[in-house]
């Protein structure tokens, strides 16, 4: 019995590929992965590679150790069940997103399968998810029949998806087969028998297979081994090999290690393997033909263990699969590494050559012309040889001898015709014949070949082809072809080989055979000697040439072999730039020096540097200006030297002088002044400022590193550089020059014994600089430890403490890096670091880390650079660490929101800590607390902006403490209205029990008033004696809470205080109001009384309302649930429809225009611009969009317009439309616009005292942007997550709609979740179930209700037709005729026709019942242009019995509604002007005939059961869509952009009311975008949304809108049945909006590429069908009309900074477009 196979997971490892390697198989990457799998297997797909682990249990590694790759996905659920595998192995393939998968299996019926299953794009998630059904193997297309056996193993399987079969390398006992399958003959297989044999038998152990498919041939690779040895075999045939046939192998190579793993990737009609062994030993090997070869090896360090190995190769990476590694390795050879043939050929990559036309080593893609690759078979890598002869003249070729210098072994020179020479790549070729074994000679190219060459001297590499190989000699010679005449130089003439030979007496470059022709014989033999070499050309000595700047400067050049000629003169020709100026020259009578005359050198150079740009300077001669010699020369800049010790350096080279004046040094050209000192030999000082000398402050140790900026200070470089600390030596000394003008030394100081102020002294060539006490060397030492404030010594094992160090040098540190730490003396390596350390004058003070034990720690302190040590001595001081405080609990744990009151923590070891705080959630204000004991703690309460529940957490030195929840409860604030008087003081007020009798205080005139009673609402109090003396000062009422005066009540009135009334006040108090009273203040009362009574009644008749509701949706619940299950069943079959036909979706051109321009079948704005001044206008409008594109431009632009009384709403909306339309090429741009102008309307909300406003109404252009820009962003979002929930509630909705009787006229349904839109009234129907014939003869069922009109049939009979797809596809209920088969008539019913009554002014339209059709009746829908036609003898003419005017009328013109109410529209139409009435359910007004509180019992009872009906039918579609809305999971970046943007605004203008940052959320996300996608679906999706859909979608849109508030609102007993409907749930949805603002809110920071990555693929978006240049004329528009303000802002706001071109760029597109001049029937 076989095992059955689980695939617990599949690992999609995915490695990016990066730049090659320079060498081969270089690591790109090594992951340790501790699988324990039976199988793996990898493939290289579209940059990415795929590994399969198969296996029981395998457990993927943990993705922590992915972090520097893509990512790591998990594949769940993949068992294959009923399916037992002996081999473990599957061959994985990838193609069009579909991973396939090959096994073999154990049972002798079947012998392999094929499964495949969607494979995501690894860029798009971040899980795989394969199903159980994707591996259900029904039927048998996927099954190959085959007589294998339990023993068999499957090592390689193939899959040509496209030819349909599969093949497959079976070893099956001692035989190894290839075994193919055709797809389309499931039941047979032809199996080939595979032998590769050896001198010591055949290989029978197979390790590792490879097939490949190239054309109709089938490449088998097998790597095998036997009991002496391993090999590599090749099998190649045809792909319809006799079955039965055996195959020998075509190729093998024999393995000294023992291989267990193969990859093969095809190389043109070659292939290259890669072979490992189990250590890692990789072998590279080159397949070709019926031979191989091993060209490389390299080994993977360190080296592989285990014995299980499986390899994948693509796009030159080798993924190498262990059971414990994932090796990738780049195998890219890099061919361009190679600078030569023999380099380039050496490795024997076939992908290499030498490319001969480019002279580059390369792959043969990249070579045009002769390419010249290794040959792996042969050991001739290239050739050293000899050519002669090495130049010709082009007039006068001459054959090329080319001699072999190395040993040519068999490949000899000997066949006569067996070469020929290839001479660059000019296509000449000449033939060849061998001199002698080693030589060869190539006949010379015609002069009339190489006339037809490039002008100028050129070398043409000469390669030799032999005819009978077919292939190029590993060698190439250069050969080298002049012309003479064309020289002008001696030198280049002179090293021509002896082709050419140089005429000194004429200066000119002639063929050595013409010398005789074209040399004169005026002079003597000796001087008509040419030159014979390069050493006797005439010469410039290049080190000598230096010429000021801006003098005239006679340049004195040093020359050699220059010949004294007569007759002819020397002159000297200076190239500055693209400037020439000839001088005149003499030659000395000693021939060595050449004078040019005075010339002003670098006139117009900016000095930048001692030496500037370079010249040159060459010497002419003779009329005709034949040049002798060149050379470079370079101008200098004394004054660039500002250091004397530069200056002194070059005087030697140049006549710089350095100039010592009484105000400043300078270093000049020539001369100093009179008043200047010249200094020739020594400088007097160095240039060294103190302030370039650090570091000043030192430790006694030294070591630092002493760094000396100054000018000249490189001079002496660092052997004659010394620098002196305290007289001793500084060691290390480096010198460098950091720019021309600034020097740098540094060295190591040296140490002394104590502190000191020592002297710093440096010496350069003898020349030094001091200075006296000028390095302070520091001693720091630890004198004391001590928290923060105390003299305590201890804090908790968290730390957190802050302490504070004490001791002497402390303040030095600052100049250096230091650290301070704690350390155990029993364990000196467990090492402490302390953070946050600062120095504060003579201290440190630092916080403690936390230690692993409760000990007494050691301090010690660290600094420089050299971690010198200072230890605190423990008798001093250590550091107690204590356990950690463990709080229990808080007393009291209420309080009220003005806070004040003490409260006290109790826990253990609370006296660890020396500074304890708390906080309170949802506050920002911490408390200090004073610690009482070690179980004791006190604080005091803060005050609390809102009541609530809050927690309390204790922050221990700094440590938050959250072992233990502390809840508190926050009160609502007691408030004390006023007083009366009497016998007793009695003060009234609300929540006055949330404090205590002992927390709450009266006072009169300062005298405490002592309480008596206190209740919820009252205080009564025992009014004190005060004499009369304190009766006249003060008599004030004022009430403290927590002893803190929080109500000042007025003056207590002594003369009305009665003792006989306080007695008869007693527990009465409102007996106490009346006696003591006046009449105005019992009206007052009573009126406070009614209107608190009235106030009650509401809410309470509000709460019975909701209550009643309650009960009645109990009530209907068996309805409702019955209801909701056909509801069910009925989307259940949509949804099934919905996987085949898909939700009409509209495109992104579609969503787009309705979402800018809704309502709008046409805009400008889609059409192309059509003018007769194309060329002008466009150019124009190019200058508007590039105005546009300017951030302030536009900025400035709409507040121009919204600035204007003219610029209408409308026009604000148009604009941002078309502002849009422009943009959204450029999503980035525009969301940066978008945010400009979001922060200036912030900033305007905010100074009008008004923030919660913001964006609730759209009053300016930005709100409509931020609309536009929402839904564009959003357009995936509805597409891949929210637009199913929606599509769904709105079929949904419709479907409960049509289920009911709908009046045709007005538009009222019995089911609604719309109050307005409820049918009032008790519609006796029944449910009909329709027989309907279509054209095609096809008959379906449809249900309708008899009270139906014939539209209305018909529409719903189109919507059975149509299920789910585009409305704007199919047709309309005007496109058909109904009619009715009853017995042997067909005949027509229609909304109206003879048959129609008439009473009393009221005809009612047609209804199925009006023509008694019953149910399971046979009704035939007939096209309407169709329907004479069709009309037969048992048929009635449609035209006969119905009503003219249905189809007289026809379609009304301009009509964009194709709803169902369309014909019934034409019918009112005809009758408007009779006195007839159309009716249909119900009557214009009928419902006022009811009586009053028969209405009332109606709509409270049937009709709001109704109602409840309808939203608990739809309860569930309602919440889903609310679910998905109200989720973080999956939102855009952008969402999380423009939270987070609103979250920093806030935090900007300090607002803490989190209300404001809410209701900023809403408006700008719910209300802008969501509101509106649920109020009109069809902006989404391809839908006809009726009245009475568009009515319960909005009371949805309501109450999504009611939710999104931060709490519940006060409704009235006037509240609207609606917001009744969903009372209960909008708490519910009103939590999970809260929540998902706090996701995302708590979400990482965005990252700023993916947000651009976001942008730019939403700008990828952009409708083509949109044209931009239309919209930018329509936006133009508004610039023409407002060109005069707009033009004066640009004035104001631009023309003095940023851009002061737009006014003028502006003005020249108004004088383009200006309609006055160019009329606008230009545009056509």
Not at 498 to 526: A, M, Y
Not at 648 to 659: E, H, M, P
Request: aromatic share 8%.
């Amino acid at each position: 019995m076989g095992l059955k196979l689980a695939y617990r997971f599949l690992l999609v490892i995915i490695f990016v590929s990066s730049v090659s390697a320079t060498l081969d198989l270089a690591i790109l990457s090594d992951l340790k992965v501790n699988n324990s799998y039976t199988d793996v297997q990898s493939i290289y797909v579209d940059g990415y590679f795929l590994t399969l682990y198969v296996g029981d249990q395998v457990t993927p590694p943990p993705e922590s150790s992915y972090d520097y790759h893509i990512g790591l996905y998990q594949l769940v659920n993949s068992q294959l069940s009923n399916i037992a595998i002996k081999r473990r192995f599957f061959r994985i393939q990838s193609q069009n997103d579909h991973l396939y998968m090959t096994a073999g299996v154990d049972n002798s019926a079947f012998g392999m399968f094929s499964a495949s299953f969607n494979l995501c794009s690894s860029r798009e998630c971040s899980r795989v998810s394969v199903n159980e059904q994707d591996f259900s193997l029904t039927g048998t297309e996927n099954w190959c029949h085959s007589d294998i056996s339990m023993t068999d193993e499957l090592h390689a399987a193939f899959n040509d998806l496209d030819l349909d079969y599969t093949l497959a390398v079976i070893f099956q006992g001692t035989d190894l087969k290839a075994f193919i399958c055709p797809s389309n003959l499931p039941l047979q297989t032809e199996t080939v028998k595979l032998e590769c044999f050896d001198n010591s038998g055949p290989f029978d152990n197979i390790h590792s297979a490879e097939i490949i498919m190239q054309a109709s041939y089938v490449s088998i690779f097998v790597l095998q081994s036997n009991a002496h040895s391993t090999a590599l075999c090749t099998f190649t045939q045809p792909i319809n090999v006799v079955s039965g046939s055996t195959l020998q192998a075509s190729s093998k190579l024999l393995f000294e290690t023992s291989p267990v793993a193969l990859a093969v990737t095809p190389v043109g009609a070659d292939y290259i393997a890669f072979v490992c062994s189990a250590s890692g030993q990789i072998s590279k090997v080159y397949i070709q033909g019926d031979a191989a070869y091993k060209i490389s090896q390299f080994a993977i360090n360190p080296p592989i263990t285990g014995a299980f190995s499986k390899m994948a190769l693509g796009d030159d990476k080798l993924l190498l699969n262990t059971k414990e590694r994932v090796i990738l390795l780049d195998v890219k050879h890099t061919c361009a590494q190679h600078t030569d043939l023999c380099s380039c050929r050496a490795p024997k990559d076939p992908k290499c050559g030498w490319c001969v036309n480019s002279n580059k080593c390369s792959e043969s893609n990249e070579c045009v012309g002769i390419w010249m690759k290794a040959d792996p078979s042969s050991n001739r890598i290239c050739w050293n040889a000899t050519f002669s002869p090495q130049s010709v003249a082009r007039s006068n070729p001459e054959p090329l001898s080319i001699t072999i210098n190395d040993d040519m072994g068999a490949d000899q020179f000997g066949l006569a015709n067996a070469y020929r020479c290839i001479f660059g790549s000019t296509n000449i070729t000449t033939a060849a014949s061998s001199v002698s074994a080693q030589s060869l000679r190539c006949a010379q190219p015609s002069a009339s070949s190489l006339a037809l060459l490039p002008a100028g001297t050129l070398t043409l590499p000469v390669v030799v082809y032999h005819n009978v190989r077919e292939d190029y000699l590993p060698l190439i010679v250069q050969y080298k072809v002049v012309i003479c005449s064309d020289i002008t130089r001696c030198d280049e003439c002179v090293n021509s080989h002896n082709t050419c030979t140089w005429c000194i007496n004429n200066h000119r470059c002639t063929k050595t055979t013409e010398i005789e022709q074209n040399c004169p014989h005026s002079l003597d033999d000796e001087a008509k000697s040419p030159f014979g070499s390069n050493g006797t050309c005439p010469t410039i000595n290049m080190d000598t040439i230096r010429a000021p700047v801006n003098e005239m400067y006679p340049l004195l050049l040093s020359v050699k072999n220059f010949p004294t000629l007569s007759n002819q003169n020397y002159s000297c020709q200076v190239t500055q730039g693209d400037q020439s100026k000839i001088l005149q020259a003499t030659l000395n009578d000693q021939q060595s020096t050449v004078e040019c005359s005075p010339y002003q050198y670098g006139v117009g150079f900016n000095s930048t540097s001692f030496l500037l740009n370079s010249f040159q300077v060459s010497v002419l001669v003779g009329d005709e200006s034949w040049i002798l010699a060149s050379a470079q020369g370079k101008v200098y800049d004394c004054s660039y030297q500002v250091a004397c010790t530069n200056c002194i350096q070059f005087a030697a080279s140049t006549s710089c002088v350095w100039c010592q004046g009484s105000l400043s040094n300078r270093c000049v050209y020539s001369q100093c002044t009179q008043t200047e000192n010249p200094i020739l030999d020594q400088c007097p000082s160095l240039d060294i400022l103190s302030q370039h000398v650090l570091p000043r402050f030192v430790p006694i140790e030294g070591g630092e590193t002493l760094n000396i900026n100054g000018k000249g200070l490189s001079v002496g470089g660092q052997d004659n550089t010394e620098v002196l600390v305290n007289g001793q030596m500084c060691t290390g000394i480096t010198v460098t020059r950091l720019s021309l003008r600034n020097d740098s030394i540094t060295c190591t100081i040296p140490k002394v014994q104590s502190r000191i102020n020592a002297t710093l002294k440096v010496v350069i060539n003898g020349i030094s600089w001091q200075r006296d006490t000028f390095i302070t060397f520091y001693d720091p030492v630890l004198t004391g430890v001590n928290v923060v404030g105390t003299r305590d010594r201890h804090g908790p094992q968290a730390g957190g403490t802050d302490i504070r160090l004490s001791g002497v040098d402390l303040n030095y540190l600052n100049t250096t890096s230091w650290g301070v730490e704690f350390f155990l003396l029993e364990y000196p390596e467990e090492v402490y670091n302390l953070p946050q350390c600062t120095i504060e004058g003579a201290w440190i003070r630092c916080k403690t880390p936390p230690v692993d034990l409760v000990a007494k720690y050691m301090v010690r302190l660290r600094f420089t650079s050299e971690m010198i040590t200072r230890v605190l001595d423990a008798k001093k001081g250590v550091f107690d660490y204590r356990p950690d405080s463990v709080i229990n609990k808080v007393t009291p744990n209420y309080v009220i929101a003005w806070g004040g009151k003490q409260f006290t923590v109790s826990g253990t070891f609370l006296n660890s800590v020396s500074n304890p705080q708390a906080k309170f959630s949802g506050s920002n204000e911490v408390v200090s607390c004073i610690v009482v004991s070690a179980i004791k703690i006190t604080c005091t309460y803060p005050e609390f902006e809102f009541p609530g529940l809050y927690e309390v957490i204790l922050i221990m030195d700094g440590i938050d403490i959250n072992n233990t929840t502390l809840p508190i409860t926050v009160t609502t604030n007691p408030d004390i209205k006023g007083f009366t008087q009497g016998g007793k003081l009695i003060l009234d007020g609300t929540n006055i029990d949330n404090v205590g009798t002992d927390e709450i205080q009266v006072f009169v005139g300062g005298e405490p008033c002592e309480i008596i009673k206190k209740e919820s609402s009252t205080v009564i109090c025992e009014i004190p004696d005060l004499d009369e003396k304190q009766q006249k000062e003060n008599t004030d009422v004022t009430v403290s809470i927590y002893n803190v005066t929080r109500f000042a009540l007025g003056s207590l009135n002594y003369d009305e205080v009665s003792p006989q009334a306080s007695e008869k006040l007693g527990s009465n108090v409102i007996g106490g109001i009346v006696g003591g009273g006046s009449a105005a203040v019992i009206i007052m009362v009573i009126v406070a009384v009614l209107l608190f009574k009235r106030s009650r009644y509401h809410k309470q008749r509000y709460k019975t309302m909701v209550k009643h509701v309650d009960q009645l949706e109990c009530n209907s619940r068996h309805e409702i649930k019955q209801a909701f299950a056909e509801l069910q069943t009925d989307m259940s079959d949509l949804m099934s429809d919905l996987n085949v036909t898909g939700i009409p979706y509209w495109d992104y051109k579609n969503f787009t225009f309705k979402i800018l321009f809704p309502g709008q079948t046409d805009h400008p704005s889609l059409h192309k611009l059509m003018t007769k001044r194309k060329t002008a206008v466009m150019q124009a409008l190019d200058m508007f969009e590039h105005l546009i594109n300017n951030k302030d431009f536009l900025v400035s632009f709409i507040h121009t317009l919204e600035n204007q009384p003219t610029f209408t709403m409308p026009d604000k909306v148009q604009l941002a439309a078309l502002l849009m339309v422009s943009l959204q090429h450029k999503m980035d741009y525009a969301t940066c616009v978008i945010k400009e102008l979001l922060t200036e309307l912030i900033d305007a909300s905010i100074k009008k005292k008004h923030p919660k406003l913001l964006l609730r109404r759209s009053e300016s252009v930005v709100e409509k942007m931020l609309t536009h820009w929402l839904s564009l962003c959003l357009y995936k979002y509805l597409q891949d997550h929210a637009g199913t929930p929606l599509f769904m509630l709105f079929k949904a909705i419709k479907h409960q709609i049509d289920k009911g009787p709908v009046d045709a006229l007005s538009g009222e349904a019995r089911y609604s979740l719309s109050q307005e839109r409820l049918l009032r009234l008790t519609v006796d129907t029944k449910p009909v179930t329709l027989d309907v014939i279509l054209e095609n003869g096809e008959k379906i069922q449809c249900k309708v209700n008899d009270c139906d009109t014939t539209t209305q049939v018909k529409e719903k009979i189109l919507d059975v037709i149509y299920k789910n797809q585009a409305y704007s596809q199919r047709p309309t209920a005007l496109d058909y005729n109904l009619e009715w088969h009853h017995g042997m008539v067909g005949v027509p019913i229609c909304d109206e026709d003879l048959t129609s009554q008439t009473i009393n002014g009221w005809k009612r339209l047609n209804t199925l019942s009006h023509y008694s059709i019953a149910d399971n009746a046979t009704m035939k829908l007939v096209s309407r242009h169709h329907a004479h036609s069709l009309h037969s003898d048992r048929s009635l003419d449609t035209d006969k019995l119905c009503d003219t005017m249905s189809s007289n009328k026809g379609t009304p013109k301009g009509t964009l509604n194709r709803s169902t109410a369309y014909s019934i529209n034409n019918l009112q139409d005809h009758y408007v002007h009779s006195h007839i009435s159309l009716w249909h359910l119900s009557k214009s007004g009928a419902s006022q005939t009811l009586p009053k509180d028969r209405q009332q019992t109606m709509m409270s009872e049937i009709f709001l059961t109704r109602l409840l009906k309808t939203k608990g039918t739809l309860q569930e579609f309602i919440d889903k869509l609310f679910q998905t809305i109200f989720s973080a999971d999956n939102l855009p970046p952008t969402i999380k952009y423009l939270f987070d943007f609103l979250d920093q605004e806030a935090v900007k203008h300090g607002i803490t009311d989190p209300e404001v940052v809410h209701v900023w959320k809403n408006n700008s996300l719910n209300l802008r975008f969501w509101v509106n996608i649920i109020k009109n679906p069809e902006f989404v999706f391809d839908i006809h949304k009726s009245e009475i859909v568009d009515a319960s979608l909005s009371t949805i849109a309501q109450t999504f809108i009611d939710s999104c508030a931060m709490s519940e609102s006060d409704f009235g007993a006037d509240a609207p049945i609606n917001k009744l409907l969903f009372a209960r749930d909008r708490p519910k949805y009103r939590k999970m909006l809260q929540n998902m603002y706090s996701e995302i809110k708590n979400q990482p920071q965005l990252p700023e590429s993916i947000l651009n990555a976001h942008l730019s693929e939403l700008s990828k978006m952009y409708p083509r069908e949109f044209y931009r240049n239309s919209a930018l004329k329509e936006i133009y528009q508004f610039a023409q009309r407002y060109q005069s303000q707009i033009a004066q802002d640009l004035e104001d706001n631009f023309s003095k900074h940023r851009n002061p071109n737009l006014t003028t760029l502006l003005r020249d597109i108004n004088a383009t477009l200006d309609e006055r001049h160019n009329p606008m029937n230009e545009y056509v």
